[in-house]
Nanobody, 124 residues
Framework: QVQLVESGGGLMQAGGSLRLSCAAS????????MGWYRQPPGKQRELVTM???????NYADSVKGRCIISRDNAKNTVYLQMNSLKPEDTAVYYC??????????????????WGQGTQVTVSS
C-alpha cells in the first residue's frame, strides 16, 4: 500500500503565504513525478504544479511567479510554497505521485496515488 498524506492549509489572508507538504509512504521503489492539483468550489480539478525526480518543474499560468514546488527524494516528500495569495486560490489542494512500488506478490507496479486533499481558504 502507498499513502500520500498532506499537511498545511487552512484559512489564509490575501497577500499572505502558504506552505503545503505531502509525504508518501509504503513499499515505494521510486516516485517519478509529484505535484499538486486543486479544485476550487464548483469547478473542475486543475493542475497547479509538478516536479520530476530530476527537478524539472511546470507551473500553471495562474500561479507562475507566486509558487515554488520542491521535493525531498530521500523523504518522498513534495512541498508547495505559494506567496501573494489571492481569494481565487481558495480550493481543496490535492497532492499526487507517480509511484513505482513492490506489490505483496513481489511485482513492480507503477500507479498514480493521491492525497486526501487539504482545504485552503483565502479571505480578502
Amino acid at each position: 500500500q502507498v499513502q500520500l498524506v498532506e499537511s498545511g492549509g487552512g484559512l489564509m489572508q490575501a497577500g499572505g503565504s502558504l506552505r503545503l507538504s505531502c509525504a508518501a509512504s509504503g513499499s515505494i521503489v521510486s516516485i517519478e513525478t509529484m505535484g499538486w492539483y486543486r479544485q476550487p468550489p464548483g469547478k473542475q480539478r486543475e493542475l497547479v504544479t509538478m516536479i520530476t525526480s530530476s527537478g524539472s518543474t511546470n507551473y500553471a499560468d495562474s500561479v507562475k511567479g507566486r509558487c515554488i514546488i520542491s521535493r525531498d527524494n530521500a523523504k518522498n516528500t513534495v512541498y508547495l510554497q505559494m506567496n501573494s495569495l489571492k481569494p481565487e486560490d481558495t480550493a481543496v489542494y490535492y497532492c499526487y505521485g507517480d509511484v513505482t512500488r513492490v506489490s505483496r506478490l513481489g511485482q513492480i507496479q507503477t500507479n498514480t496515488y493521491w492525497g486526501q486533499g487539504t482545504q485552503v481558504t483565502v479571505s480578502s
